[in-house]
C-alpha cells in the first residue's frame, strides 16, 4: 500500500512517500481504509523525536494520529465491514503506525462510527489536532466549567483556538474569546463570528480587560504557551482557571506568582491520559453529534494530495493556516 514513512528523526524532508505491507488485522484489530487524514502539531513533535523516549515506535513510523475511513476488517468490533469510521484516540503515528497511509490498523474501541450527516472531510476537519476533544474534556471534565463564565482559547487559526470557542459557546460562555497574531487572522476570525484579540494591536491582559469590564476570564484554554501563559494567568478572573495543553509558542514563560496568588488561581495540564477510553468515546459522539446538527462548524483551510504530508505539514506550523490542514488519501 501507498503510505508515508520516516525512518529517522528530522526536518520535514524526512517524510516520504513509500511502499509498506499492508495491516492484516489479527489480534482483534480492526482495518480502516483511509479517506482523508489530519495534519497535527503533535505529527511534528513526534518526527522531530521530541517526545519522551519511547514513545514512537521503532522506526520505520508511519505518522498520522488521527483521521477516517472506512472499516474493511472488522477485526474484534461490533461495526459491519463498510461502515464509515473516525479513528477516536489510541497512539496511532506514536506508539503504532498512523494514519498517513492506505489501509491502518485500528483497536476496536478506537473506532467511532460516523453519522450520515457528516461528511468525510468535515469528520477530518473535526479530528485534525483534536482541538474540539480537548476543549469539551477541559472544559467539562478538567474545570467544572458552568454556563455563563468567560473563556479565552487563544490562537484563532489552530485546532485548540477554534475548537475552543465554539465548544465554549456550546456549554453556554457567556464569551468566548481567541487571539490572532496579526491583523489579517483577526479579520479572519471575526468573519466568522469569532470574538479576537489582534495581539498585533494590544496585550492580551488589555484586550481581556476591555472585553470583560476588567473582570478577566474564567477559564484558559492554554495551546500557545510561550511568553503568552505569563499574560494569560494574568488576564484571569478571580478564581480563574488556566489548562495548560500545548506550547506553539514555546515551552517557557515568565508568571508572575502574584497573578496566582491574588487571584486564587488554578493551573491545570491536560493530557489525553488522564481520561478512560469510555469518556474519550462519549465525548467524540457528542461531537459528531453537535456537527450533524451543525451547532459547531470545523473549518478547513486546506487538502493536500497523501503524497505531499511533508508540504502540509510545514504548512501547518509555518504556513499561518486557518482551519485544519488535511491529506486526501
Ligand atoms: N495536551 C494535549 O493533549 C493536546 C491536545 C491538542 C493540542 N495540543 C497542543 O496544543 C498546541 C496547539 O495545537 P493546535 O492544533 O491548535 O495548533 P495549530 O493549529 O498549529 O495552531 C497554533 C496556534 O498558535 C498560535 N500562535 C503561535 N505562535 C503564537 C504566538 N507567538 N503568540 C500567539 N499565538 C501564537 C497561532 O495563532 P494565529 O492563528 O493567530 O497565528 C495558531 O493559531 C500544540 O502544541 C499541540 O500539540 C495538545
New binding site residues.
Partial sequence: MRAIQYDRFGDYDVLGLATAPEPTGGDGQAVVRVTVAGV???DN?ARQGKLPAGAVKPFPVIPGVSGVGVLVEPGGSALPAGTRVAIGGGRYGLGVDGVWAELVAVAPADLVPLPDAVDDTTAAALTA???YL?ALLALTEVVGFRAGQTVLA????????QGGVEIARVLGAAKAIT????SV?AALGRDVGFEVID?SQESLRDGVARLTDGKGVDVVLD??A?P?TGEALGSLAVDGSLVS?????GMTSTVNVTDLIWKNAHVHG???AMFTPDQVAAANVKLLDLVARKEITPLVDSVYPLAEAARAQRH??EG???GRVLLSV
Fill in positions: 497535527s502539531p503533535l513533535t489536532g483534536a482541538g480537548t487563544p490562537g484563532v487559526g489552530g485546532a485548540v483556538g487571539t490572532a497574531t496579526s487572522k495581539l495551546g500557545v510561550g503568552l495543553i500545548g506550547y506553539s509558542a491536560f493530557r489525553f501547518l506550523i499561518g493556516s486557518f
